[in-house]
């Protein structure tokens, strides 16, 4: 109904226009009737001067009295020729001569006396009207003046047919109806065409829009998806997969890198990239980049300035927009967008998408860093730098898991620093502190990058050993405690002394027990190796064999319940035996 109601208006105008030109044609013809009979009158006025002076001149009284001679006197005249009617009428009104009519019918004319134009000749003013003729039958415009022969006063009178003018009034009516025609024709195309064009230029304008609203709701909808997945990230490389999918999707094929703070904040290092290798420098220092000196971002090139970074020293004068990250009211990093062409312009769309993303960025980066933090606070030991306990059982019973699924090995080392009490008594709790530091330190750095190092709990160490059979594990453990027995450790220019550990180990599946069992054989394997001289390693599979030892385990079957179940954190189910020899080792 709307549509029908808006198309109905829309030829309003159209209608209007040619009511208003019927009404001009009509006002048009009425002036120019109007016109043309003024010009008439006054143009017949000048022929009955004329005829009015020849008259006078002529004076033909020998004329008044016979009226077949006046009457072709008056047809000789030349006005006559071009269509018009002179007629003389005497001062009574009665028709002496008429170049239309013959002599015969002059005789039943009926008297002019009561004619307007006579009448106001006769008052000696010019007399003029337009009315049908009877005796014509035809519409005639008369002009009649008054003329006074031999002291006796007569009226002349030209008139001529209406249908003359009429005829004059068509032919411009009928070229106005040409223009009328021509302009409506032209008003009606230009109006179709205007509309035509129109219409084509708003259902482009709404294509436009409706792709602008597509795209930004497509850009939106990135946007939350880039939030919430950054928000559940739990590492900067699940980050670095989130990044280089959906960013490239908001920004376009752009070039982009996230630089990240260090603690040190001396320096920034690319831990995010996405599209080509990144150009620029992958390390650089805070002051390189113009966007962290300013406190805002920097374009390299644009109307007023060219001023490219010294970290993308290597890219020229590139084009390249640099947006520091901010979280908590810190900058924590940088974004880097590389555009490649020098002149290459970045629309205000490319900018406000670049810093919505830099947004999410910053705030996402700063709490996967502080997720880091708390995860390895919660997961570490704070003095020696190790994993603590918590994630020793859960590495542990995945480690088990995965090797029972696939076939593998896990080898556990228990270690335990000889007569470390010594060191807190001769030396003071610093120099426990500082020995398990060292031994700990150089644990992380002789094992594997897959394996894992804990503290258990005082001078108590372990290592887990993926992928290590029984051999495998015992050399590890073999090379571990001899570059521990080479430490030479001071500790404020005073020598320590030598520092050794015990070691044992276990094997999954070769010390053939189960997962519940895995750790109190360790430390069977360990309280051996301390019970048999210390500084040495003692697998359990060399004692395995043992009848009495394996009486004093009193190991249980596992059940499948327990096979399922976690390990004692504290091997608070070791056998009377283990805890007796624990005491006793300790003790020494």
């Given at each position: 109904?709307?549509?029908?109601?808006?198309?109905?208006?829309?030829?309003?105008?159209?209608?209007?226009?040619?009511?208003?030109?019927?009404?001009?044609?009509?006002?048009?013809?009425?002036?120019?009737?109007?016109?043309?009979?003024?010009?008439?009158?006054?143009?017949?006025?000048?022929?009955?001067?004329?005829?009015?002076?020849?008259?006078?001149?002529?004076?033909?009284?020998?004329?008044?009295?016979?009226?077949?001679?006046?009457?072709?006197?008056?047809?000789?005249?030349?006005?006559?020729?071009?269509?018009?009617?002179?007629?003389?009428?005497?001062?009574?009104?009665?028709?002496?001569?008429?170049?239309?009519?013959?002599?015969?019918?002059?005789?039943?004319?009926?008297?002019?006396?009561?004619?307007?134009?006579?009448?106001?000749?006769?008052?000696?003013?010019?007399?003029?009207?337009?009315?049908?003729?009877?005796?014509?039958?035809?519409?005639?415009?008369?002009?009649?003046?008054?003329?006074?022969?031999?002291?006796?006063?007569?009226?002349?009178?030209i008139s001529m047919p209406m249908t003359v003018l009429e005829a004059m009034s068509i032919e411009l009516l009928i070229i106005l109806l040409w223009l009328f025609a021509i302009t409506t024709t032209i008003f009606l195309g230009s109006s179709v065409l205007s509309h035509y064009r129109i219409a084509e230029q708003v259902n482009k304008e709404k294509a436009q829009q409706d792709e602008r609203i597509r795209v930004r709701t497509v850009e939106i909808e990135l946007l939350h998806r880039l939030a919430n997945l950054l928000a559940a990230c739990n590492s900067i490389q699940e980050t670095q997969k989130v990044?280089?999918?959906?960013?490239?999707?908001?920004?376009?094929?752009?070039?982009?890198?996230?630089?990240?703070?260090?603690?040190?904040?001396?320096?920034?290092?690319?831990?995010?990239?996405?599209?080509?290798?990144?150009?620029?420098?992958?390390?650089?220092?805070?002051?390189?980049?113009?966007?962290?000196?300013?406190?805002?971002?920097?374009?390299?090139?644009?109307?007023?300035?060219?001023?490219?970074?010294?970290?993308?020293?290597?890219?020229?004068?590139?084009?390249?927009?640099?947006?520091?990250?901010?979280?908590?009211?810190?900058?924590?990093?940088?974004?880097?967008?590389?555009?490649?062409?020098?002149?290459?312009?970045?629309?205000?769309?490319?900018?406000?998408?670049?810093?919505?993303?830099?947004?999410?960025?910053?705030?996402?980066?700063?709490?996967?860093?502080?997720?880091?933090?708390?995860?390895?606070?919660?997961?570490?030991?704070?003095?020696?730098?190790?994993?603590?306990?918590?994630?020793?059982?859960?590495?542990?019973?995945?480690?088990?898991?995965?090797?029972?699924?696939?076939?593998?090995?896990?080898?556990?080392?228990?270690?335990?620093?000889?007569?470390?009490?010594?060191?807190?008594?001769?030396?003071?709790?610093?120099?426990?502190?500082?020995?398990?530091?060292?031994?700990?330190?150089?644990?992380?750095?002789?094992?594997?990058?897959?394996?894992?190092?804990?503290?258990?709990?005082?001078?108590?160490?372990?290592?887990?050993?993926?992928?290590?059979?029984?051999?495998?594990?015992?050399?590890?453990?073999?090379?571990?405690?001899?570059?521990?027995?080479?430490?030479?450790?001071?500790?404020?220019?005073?020598?320590?002394?030598?520092?050794?550990?015990?070691?044992?180990?276990?094997?999954?599946?070769?010390?053939?027990?189960?997962?519940?069992?895995?750790?109190?054989?360790?430390?069977?394997?360990?309280?051996?190796?301390?019970?048999?001289?210390?500084?040495?390693?003692?697998?359990?599979?060399?004692?395995?064999?043992?009848?009495?030892?394996?009486?004093?385990?009193?190991?249980?079957?596992?059940?499948?319940?327990?096979?399922?179940?976690?390990?004692?954190?504290?091997?608070?189910?070791?056998?009377?035996t283990v805890t007796v020899l624990a005491n006793k080792n300790k003790s020494n």
């Amino acid at each position: 109904m709307s549509t029908f109601v808006n198309k109905k208006w829309q030829y309003l105008p159209l209608i209007m226009l040619l009511i208003s030109m019927l009404g001009c044609l009509y006002f048009f013809n009425a002036s120019v009737n109007n016109w043309m009979t003024k010009t008439m009158i006054s143009d017949l006025n000048a022929l009955v001067s004329d005829v009015t002076y020849q008259l006078k001149k002529e004076q033909p009284i020998f004329l008044i009295s016979n009226r077949n001679k006046l009457n072709q006197y008056l047809h000789e005249y030349p006005q006559v020729a071009s269509g018009k009617r002179i007629t003389l009428i005497d001062a009574e009104g009665n028709v002496l001569a008429d170049s239309s009519l013959t002599a015969s019918e002059l005789t039943v004319l009926e008297n002019h006396s009561d004619r307007p134009e006579f009448i106001q000749a006769l008052a000696g003013k010019i007399g003029s009207s337009v009315r049908h003729s009877d005796t014509l039958n035809t519409d005639m415009i008369y002009v009649a003046r008054v003329i006074a022969i031999s002291d006796k006063q007569y009226v002349v009178r030209i008139s001529m047919p209406m249908t003359v003018l009429e005829a004059m009034s068509i032919e411009l009516l009928i070229i106005l109806l040409w223009l009328f025609a021509i302009t409506t024709t032209i008003f009606l195309g230009s109006s179709v065409l205007s509309h035509y064009r129109i219409a084509e230029q708003v259902n482009k304008e709404k294509a436009q829009q409706d792709e602008r609203i597509r795209v930004r709701t497509v850009e939106i909808e990135l946007l939350h998806r880039l939030a919430n997945l950054l928000a559940a990230c739990n590492s900067i490389q699940e980050t670095q997969k989130v990044v280089e999918d959906i960013v490239p999707r908001i920004l376009g094929k752009i070039n982009g890198s996230v630089a990240m703070m260090k603690a040190s904040r001396n320096q920034l290092s690319i831990q995010l990239d996405w599209g080509k290798p990144w150009p620029g420098s992958l390390v650089y220092e805070p002051h390189e980049c113009w966007a962290l000196r300013k406190g805002k971002y920097h374009l390299a090139n644009d109307d007023y300035h060219c001023l490219p970074c010294a970290h993308m020293g290597e890219t020229g004068d590139d084009q390249v927009l640099c947006i520091p990250l901010t979280a908590h009211g810190n900058t924590i990093g940088m974004l880097h967008l590389y555009f490649g062409d020098k002149n290459a312009i970045v629309s205000m769309t490319t900018l406000r998408s670049a810093f919505t993303v830099a947004e999410h960025l910053g705030l996402a980066l700063a709490n996967l860093s502080l997720q880091e933090k708390l995860r390895a606070q919660a997961l570490s030991d704070p003095l020696t730098g190790l994993y603590n306990r918590r994630h020793f059982e859960e590495v542990l019973d995945t480690s088990l898991t995965t090797a029972k699924s696939k076939q593998g090995y896990v080898s556990l080392l228990m270690l335990d620093i000889d007569h470390f009490k010594r060191f807190n008594d001769n030396f003071g709790h610093d120099a426990g502190d500082y020995v398990l530091k060292e031994v700990s330190s150089l644990l992380m750095n002789t094992i594997a990058e897959n394996d894992v190092a804990c503290r258990l709990g005082g001078e108590e160490l372990a290592v887990i050993a993926l992928g290590c059979d029984a051999d495998a594990g015992t050399i590890l453990a073999q090379q571990i405690c001899k570059l521990i027995s080479e430490l030479h450790l001071e500790l404020k220019g005073l020598s320590l002394g030598k520092v050794t550990v015990s070691i044992g180990v276990s094997t999954f599946p070769d010390s053939q027990v189960d997962r519940s069992n895995f750790v109190k054989i360790a430390d069977v394997a360990l309280y051996k190796a301390k019970d048999t001289g210390r500084n040495r390693v003692v697998h359990y599979n060399e004692i395995r064999q043992s009848a009495s030892l394996k009486a004093e385990l009193e190991l249980e079957p596992e059940s499948d319940q327990e096979q399922e179940s976690e390990f004692d954190s504290d091997v608070s189910n070791q056998s009377s035996t283990v805890t007796v020899l624990a005491n006793k080792n300790k003790s020494n």
